[in-house]
């Protein structure tokens, strides 16, 4: 019986810390605050209606299809995951729009945003890769779009070179964004190079000093301590100074 109590009270623990973990996690830059709709299904309802019948008035209007594709994925990202009906709006609506694709690039990238993210939520690497691929051919330059390759290719496939060059891509249009500097400084130590993913991070600080212990005390303090663990130490080298004589 002692045994089992012993046990549950690890198990407990565990769960706690497991708990824990995952609030802090969350508490690094935290999402900004959203309509009531999108926590509310009775509000989401409501404003869905209120959409589809000034839909049903102009049902060729690609801005209200717009809106309402928009509206869907908020709500859908943030409590259902059903994201079949907006990917599929998306879809149609990306077709007209690419009839005119240098009147309509603004348009076009957010919904390659949003396709891609949707193709990334049910695991689709290579289909999310290819949906901001796709928005890049509007506008090649967008700091976005090459950054969620970039994570894609870092967080969920553990290609580190392939996300250090999109990273790379990236240049300084992204300098004040702290994400951009965490994700890449998580890049840039996997790959081993930690001085470097110690003066990302140490951005990322400066940037966002609400979050700061957060990340000294996670991702920062792996990468002080392969630091050191790589720096010789003067007392084990055969070059160290000679103590000084009385």
């Given at each position: 019986?002692?045994?089992i109590?012993?046990?549950?009270l ?10 824990g ?28 209606a ?41 879809a ?37 890769i290819a ?5 890049l051919e ?7 779009l090459?950054?969620?390759?970039a994570?894609v ?29 965490y ?27 609400k979050?700061?212990?957060?990340v000294?005390g996670?991702?920062y ?15 084990n ?5 000679a103590?000084?004589?009385?």
């Amino acid at each position: 019986m002692k045994k089992i109590i012993n046990h549950l009270l690890v198990l407990v623990l565990l769960i706690g810390v497991g708990a824990g973990l995952g609030v802090l996690a969350r508490q690094v830059w935290p999402q900004n605050p959203q309509p009531n709709w999108v926590r509310n299904a009775d509000e989401f309802r409501a404003a869905r209606a209120k959409v589809e019948k000034r839909l049903s008035k102009n049902p060729a209007d690609l801005d209200i299809k717009i809106e309402l594709a928009d509206l869907l994925y908020d709500f859908y990202n943030y409590n259902e995951r059903r994201l079949e009906e907006p990917d599929e709006m998306y879809a149609e609506i990306a077709a007209e729009l690419e009839k005119n694709p240098a009147e309509n690039s603004n348009k076009l990238v957010k919904i390659q945003l949003h396709r891609g993210n949707i193709a990334r939520e049910h695991k689709d690497y290579s289909g999310s890769i290819a949906a901001f691929e796709k928005g890049l051919e509007f506008e090649p330059d967008n700091a976005d779009l090459r950054y969620n390759v970039a994570y894609v290719f870092m967080n969920d496939l553990q290609k580190y070179e392939e996300a250090n060059q999109w990273f790379q891509k990236i240049g300084d249009k992204m300098a004040t964004d702290p994400h951009f500097h965490y994700n890449y400084g998580r890049t840039l130590y996997n790959l081993g190079d930690y001085t470097a993913a110690k003066a990302e991070l140490e951005k990322t600080m400066e940037l966002d000093p609400k979050n700061a212990a957060v990340v000294r005390g996670d991702l920062y303090k792996k990468v002080t301590d392969a630091l050191e663990k790589a720096t010789p130490k003067a007392e084990n080298s055969e070059d160290a100074p000679a103590p000084a004589s009385e």
